[in-house]
Each structure stands twice: as C-alpha cells, then as structure tokens.
C-alpha cells in the first residue's frame, strides 16, 4: 500500500489531500516525543521520512498535519484489502499491516498472467477501498519487493522471467535484504556498491569476509531466491510494544517499572493470542538516538510477565551504562501454541496462575483494573510509541 497510514486519513478527510500529513506525532502537537510512522508523498518531498524523530520532521515541514496513529481504523483497512487479495489466491502470506506476497501461479489459467492480475488486484482495492497499491511482478520473492518499490505511488513494475539479474544490477546494493548501513559499508571497502558489483564479487573473496551468508546474499544478487509464499501466516511475525519517555530518564525505578509494564503488555497478549515466545528482543534507545536491540532465544516458550520481565531486565543490564534512557521496548517473536497435551486422567482442577486471575480482571472490569502493586505511581502517560506491534 502507498503511504497506508495517511493515505487512509486523507481519504476520510478531504480537508488534507494535497497537503503534507505526518502520522506518528504526539497528540499535544508536532512538536512531541514520538517518530514518524508514515509521511504522505506531500511530506516526503520535505524529506520526511519513517523513523525519524518527531521533532526533526517538524523543523524539515513545520506546515505539515501531524496525527496520532489511529492503529484501529488501519486495521479494519488492511482486513479489507487482505480479503481482496484472497480472492485471487490462497496463496498469500501478509507480511505486515499493508504488504504481502501472492503466489499467483495456479491462478493464471482463470485469470492470466501475472501483470493482469497485478492491474485487476490494484483496481480492485481503488475501487473498494479508495486507495492505492503499488506492485512487482517476479518469480521471486525478493525481486517482486524490489519491483513494488520502483515507481510508487500507484505503481505496476513487471520483471520477465530470465530478467531478475540484469533488473537488479544498477541499483544500490542496499536494495537487498540483509544489507544494512554497516554491511553497506563493510561492501564498499570490497569495491561493491551496486547490486551487479556485488553479484560480479569473487565468491572465495566475499565468503572470506562474510562466511556462508556472503554466498546467499550474492545468490539474492543475482536474483535468485527460492522461499516460497507461505499462505496461513497472517499471524504476527512479532509481538511487541514500546514507549518514549516525555523526558529522557535515568532514574532506576522509572527504567525498571516500565520494563515490567511492558512486560506484562506484551505476555498478556501473548495469552490472548494462545501463543508462547521463545525469543525475546529488547530495544534501547538513548538521549543520543543511538538505538540498540539484544535479544535471547529460550529453550521454552514464554507468556508470563514475570519471566519475560526476568529476560529483559537481563538484556537491559546488559546494555545499559547509565545513560539517561529516551524509549525501550519489548519484541517477542518464534512462536508457538501454549496448549498443553490432554491428560487421561487429569487431576482436579489447580487454581488458575496469577497471571490468568488478571486476564479476567481485565476482560470483565478492563485495562487497568488491577495493576502490580510496584507499578503504582509509575504509571507513564502514553504516547504513540506506545501503540502495539504485531
């Protein structure tokens, strides 16, 4: 989808097509705490951009819309599109709120090919959703992504089979998965800078730097990539939730009170959705907008609070030096069902664990009717980086 987040505001509100809209912002104004969620194409002509700072979008586009996140009325948005797209294949793997993969293989027969379906997907959503999509057509993957990327807004971008390779060479070697800033620059010390460069590299060379995923990411450069689309998985690939403090804070209680908030957020939802987490992510962001995530893989599957708590409290101690904090979080991911094997015989029924005594406190009473006693007076105002992620 294009800019989904404020596409689907200016769609609702005419009074803001044409104008720049910043999604992310906090409510107070533009000038808050939070980061840029989404920027419509009006704002990214300022420079505006996802992830940056609240305050540095403001002084980039001091005339745009800031709005706080409305991650409800998205979400009924994105269910109506991903319905549109199951109607062309069962085949399709969301991979987050407005993206997803379709394998449209065994479509073609009833419907043609690839580039035909694209153009009835995208008039589809126009016509039910008054939005737009942009998309790639490939065999692949990875180039299908990178296609969808090229002319956006409203885009179409089909690559032919046989012509992966030679599509993916001018552009910036960044374009590839597993290619961050680091990495970037780790390959422009080997001469690399475009994707062509990288798929040209000696492979005995690259893999001499990188070991085994020196020779996947050449195979991605040349356009090979075999994943399939994997239908069903409209589950979240994570779970998390963060905040941003109001003001950067070192104070040892605030910093251990939040993470316990964050905590029980995330394993309570975790319950919700019958899952248990065996990786664990903190995210650490400082007063310098330095931004560090540690993460720990467990031999079990998680959902209470208190061992995620347990967890994170450890990563923390790990990468905190003292410095005044600006945002933590909590990411929980490697799912899997927390339903136990029947008994054949079961015992009588054990009394419930405290964490599912507070489960329906809170669906009979709601949020905050029963809180830990440590948390009270700890309680932060929220912010939009406290919306939930999954």
């Not at 989404?38 to 403001?58: C, D, H, K, L, N």
Request: hydrophobic share 40%.
């Amino acid at each position: 989808m294009d800019a989904f987040f404020a596409a689907v505001e200016q769609r609702d509100r005419p009074e803001l097509r044409g104008r720049p809209v910043i999604i992310g912002a906090d409510p107070r104004g533009g000038r808050g705490r939070g980061v840029v969620s989404t920027a419509s194409y009006e704002a990214r002509r300022f420079g505006v951009g996802s992830a940056m700072p609240i305050s540095q979008a403001w002084r980039a586009c001091p005339h745009g819309v800031y709005l706080p996140p409305d991650m409800e009325r998205y979400a009924h948005e994105s269910g109506r599109i991903m319905d549109i797209l199951g109607r062309v294949t069962d085949l399709v793997e969301p991979v987050s709120i407005d993206e997803a993969f379709l394998d449209v293989t065994a479509s073609a027969r009833a419907l043609g090919p690839g580039d035909v379906v694209a153009r009835r997907v995208k008039e589809q959503i126009r016509d039910e959703t008054g939005l737009t999509a942009s998309v790639g057509v490939a065999t692949s993957k990875l180039v299908a992504k990178v296609a969808s990327d090229m002319r956006k807004p409203d885009g179409l971008v089909l690559v032919p089979a046989g012509e992966e390779a030679s599509f993916l060479a001018p552009l910036p070697v960044r374009r590839l998965w597993g290619v961050g800033p680091k990495m970037e620059e780790m390959l422009a010390r080997l001469g690399v800078v475009t994707v062509g460069d990288l798929a040209a590299l000696d492979p005995a060379r690259l893999e001499r730097r990188l070991g085994t995923h020196g020779h996947d990411l050449q195979l991605l450069a040349r356009g090979i990539d075999e994943r399939e689309v994997i239908a069903g998985s409209e589950g979240a690939k994570s779970i998390g939730q963060e905040h941003t403090f109001d003001h950067d804070t070192a104070d040892p209680e605030r910093l251990r009170a939040m993470l316990l908030s964050l905590a029980d957020n995330v394993a309570r939802r975790l319950r919700h959705h019958g899952l248990k987490a065996r990786t664990l992510t903190l995210k650490y962001r400082d007063l310098t907008f330095r931004t560090r995530t540690h993460a720990r893989t467990l031999a079990a599957g998680v959902d209470s609070g208190n061992e995620v708590f347990e967890v994170v409290r450890g990563l923390f101690a790990e990468v905190h030096r003292g410095r005044p904090v600006r945002l933590l979080g909590i990411y929980s991911s490697h799912f899997g069902s927390d339903a136990p094997q029947l008994e054949l015989f079961p015992e009588d029924e054990a009394p419930a664990p405290a964490d599912r005594l507070r489960d329906e406190v809170t669906r009979r009473f709601g949020r905050g009717s029963l809180t830990r006693a440590s948390l009270l007076g700890h309680r932060e105002r929220r912010n939009p980086s406290d919306k939930p992620s999954e």
